[in-house]
């Protein structure tokens, strides 16, 4: 095992950093493993609020998400890692039902877990004996709470990671370690007086004062994780979203900044983002298997995508 001094780790984040750069992500920073009772805090006091809605995944392991500790025995470092996925290019007719931009391709779930093992091997095998484990929107980690303590961006208003020079658009990842390395800074809120994103979500999901949202009136939760009917009185306020929504992040000033990503296995599959509004309705099951075979499109699946379709008429 590399020696422990600063020194030595330094060289071992280097090394750690450009591997990380060579599998595709953007931004990587280190913060120290340890409990977390102020996020707790803010967290059990969103789920009392029940702002959560039918997401009952949020209440579950509590502790695990307090403390990374309990998810490593011995745990000394989160590593935390954005991956962008801002495209290329968006739906080109402006009458067709709407993708959030991160549902494209592949799952991202799948692409980013294939190079978080490798770069997990990688550090393992820098760091022989060194144990680690890794996630990405798939276990109870509070990902933008480490996130902002890596240094990666500050939680915004619309409740989003906003990183100074590549705006929102980027999937969280973080890799827990058992080796102790020297710890980035926070950066600095800057939000300010803005609130584009409070003024222009259509069903005022987001708290006026910002920082607060309330899933039950998310579209994204409304399109994705609401397994019922879409309650009446969004009827009209959906913009045209036929899963998940972009609203907060389009008119975020920050995201000015961001820049197309590289990743192959982000890119549409045939002509999705040719797809006119008929194109959309005509869709039957076989389209919708081969079409986003793979895609995040499926977690709501072809009845509760013709459901979303059903209430955008």
């Known amino acids: 095992m590399a020696a422990d001094n600063p020194e030595a780790r330094y060289r071992d984040r280097e090394a750690i950093g450009e591997r990380a750069r060579e599998l595709g992500f ?33 209440e579950n392991h509590f502790d695990l998400r307090r ?7 011995g745990a000394k470092t989160v590593i935390a890692l954005a991956f962008n996925y801002f495209p ?27 190079k978080l093992k490798k770069l997990l091997a990688f550090i393992q095998e820098i760091l022989p004996g060194s144990n680690g484990r890794y996630f990405t929107d798939s276990a109870p980690v ?44 926070p950066i600095p ?24 949202l309330d899933s039950r009136k998310c579209i994204a939760y409304l399109t994705i994780e609401n397994k019922g009917d879409i309650p009446d ?29 590289g990743e192959t296995e982000f890119v549409p599959k045939g002509d999705l983002l040719e797809w006119t509004r008929a194109d959309w309705y005509a869709m039957n099951q076989d389209n919708f298997q081969e079409q986003f075979d793979g895609s995040a499109v499926k977690r709501t699946g072809w ?7 059903r209430f955008l008429n």
């Open 26 to 58: 953007s931004r990587i920073g280190f913060t120290r493993a340890e409990a977390l009772p102020e996020a707790s805090e803010k967290l059990a006091l969103w789920l009392e609020m029940g702002y959560h809605g039918e997401m009952q995944y949020m």
């Open 67 to 73: 403390d990374p500790t309990l998810l490593l025995p």
């Open 88 to 114: 290329d290019n968006t739906q080109s007719q402006p009458d067709a039902p709407r993708l959030a931009r991160y549902a494209y391709g592949k799952d991202y779930h799948k692409v980013l877990r294939k």
């Open 142 to 185: 509070m990902e933008r709470v480490w996130a902002e303590r890596a240094g990666l961006g500050w939680n915004g208003k619309n409740t989003l990671l906003i990183h100074p020079r590549e705006g929102s658009y980027f999937f969280l990842a973080e890799i827990v370690l058992d080796m102790a390395f020297p710890c980035d800074s």
């Open 189 to 212: 809120d800057h939000c300010g007086s803005c609130r584009r994103c409070i003024d222009a979500c259509p069903t005022g999901a987001i708290s006026p004062e910002g920082y607060l």
């Open 233 to 261: 009185d969004f009827r009209g306020k959906t913009a045209d979203w036929v899963f998940g929504c972009d609203i907060c992040q389009e008119v975020c000033p920050w995201n000015r900044f961001a820049t197309p990503h």
């Open 303 to 309: 009845d509760g995508l013709q459901r979303n379709l």
